[in-house]
């Protein structure tokens, strides 16, 4: 099983690259954007487009995910520690320009 594009949570993006990110909004699928987690507790069935037919004037649709990656079962494990460190890097870097910003608001202007 791959990711659950019939569900609210499923979200997917393509870039003018061509690259193309799939996901899910509530971080519940840690191999993403290869499989959700079987039987997933979140899963809402997405009734937006539900019974809608695309005529030929739709974009094109976004190209098919390629095939999972032959890795072992810690891919999870390592996913999320990858998400933790460019969380914390991106906490930093906001710190820091919360900081400069702070410090540029109150300097005396020299005539």
Known sequence: MGMREDCRH???RTYPSGDV?????????????WKCPENCGAFERR?????????SLTPKQEPPAEPAPDMGSDV??????????????SMELRQEMSRKQRR???RKRKK
Do not use: T
């Open 10 to 12: 499923y979200d997917s």
């Open 104 to 106: 540029g608001r109150f």
């Open 76 to 89: 999870a494990a390592l996913l999320d520690e990858a998400e933790d460190i460019v969380n914390a890097a």
């Open 47 to 55: 009734l937006i487009d539900a019974g809608w037919q695309y005529g």
């Open 21 to 33: 990110v799939r996901k899910c909004r509530l971080d519940l699928a840690p191999e993403a954007p």
